[in-house]
T-cell receptor, first 112, second 116 residues
Framework: QKEVEQDPGPLSVPEGAIVSLNCTYSNSAFQYFMWYRQYSRKGPELLMYTYSSGNKEDGRFTAQVDKSSKYISLFIRDSQPSDSATYLCAINSGAGSYQLTFGKGTKLSVIP | EAEVAQSPRYKITEKSQAVAFWCDPISGHATLYWYRQILGQGPELLVQFQDESVVDDSQLPKDRFSAERLKGVDSTLKIQPAELGDSAMYLC??????????????FGPGTRLTVL
């Protein structure tokens, strides 16, 4: 079992829809949870960062962590064509480690 | 806004040739990472530097890959000889180097390598 599992999609939604992107992880030591957005032929850019369990909101984006289920989610409200990209979850164990473990990424297309 | 610079952006080479990629991190960032991203996969760490020292190169195929960061600033990743399976995006990232997870990694645009 990989440490981080993410459905690669692709996921196609109409403009204005609510999008739900998810990852599961296996190591309960993970404490820091991130979502990166990667446009085609570009490097990943940090979108959201969450420590431990709970929700974090930033504009149209909400990151949610459920450590009891080892499940993390990213919700996008009122999705826009400019949100079309690959979304990568990334996890860090903390405890002195800098390293990130990435999911495969989910490719999202928002259709006008 | 400061960015991580990488060059070249694209590289096409024949197998058995040598290739080199260059990365200039954000000024003041002590930690530098090289990742490989195969199409349809997430980035996988190849090597991590703290200043000029290698912190982790356990995933670097050392028979053909080498990386250096001589003055603790910019870095070079080399492949010699290149193999067909090396075709991928090579990403460089940098961060301040704060341990414990609260350390944002900023990625460059990547170098897309095609080995023919």
């Amino acid at each position: 079992q990989k440490e981080v599992e993410q459905d690669p999609g692709p996921l196609s939604v109409p403009e204005g829809a609510i999008v739900s992107l998810n990852c599961t992880y296996s190591n309960s030591a993970f404490q820091y949870f991130m979502w990166y957005r990667q446009y085609s032929r570009k490097g990943p850019e940090l979108l959201m960062y969450t420590y431990s369990s709970g929700n974090k909101e930033d504009g149209r984006f909400t990151a949610q962590v459920d450590k009891s289920s080892k499940y993390i989610s990213l919700f996008i409200r009122d999705s826009q064509p400019s949100d079309s990209a690959t979304y990568l979850c990334a996890i860090n164990s903390g405890a002195g480690s800098y390293q990130l473990t990435f999911g495969k990424g989910t490719k999202l297309s928002v259709i006008p | 806004e400061a960015e991580v610079a990488q060059s070249p952006r694209y590289k096409i080479t024949e197998k058995s040739q040598a290739v080199a990629f260059w990365c200039d991190p954000i000024s003041g960032h002590a930690t530098l990472y090289w990742y490989r991203q195969i199409l349809g996969q997430g980035p996988e760490l190849l090597v991590q530097f703290q200043d000029e020292s290698v912190v982790d190169d356990s995933q670097l195929p050392k028979d053909r890959f080498s990386a250096e960061r001589l003055k603790g600033v910019d870095s070079t990743l080399k492949i010699q000889p290149a193999e067909l399976g090396d075709s991928a995006m090579y990403l460089c990232a940098s961060s301040f180097g704060v341990a414990g997870g609260e350390d944002t990694q900023y990625f460059g645009p990547g170098t897309r390598l095609t080995v023919l």
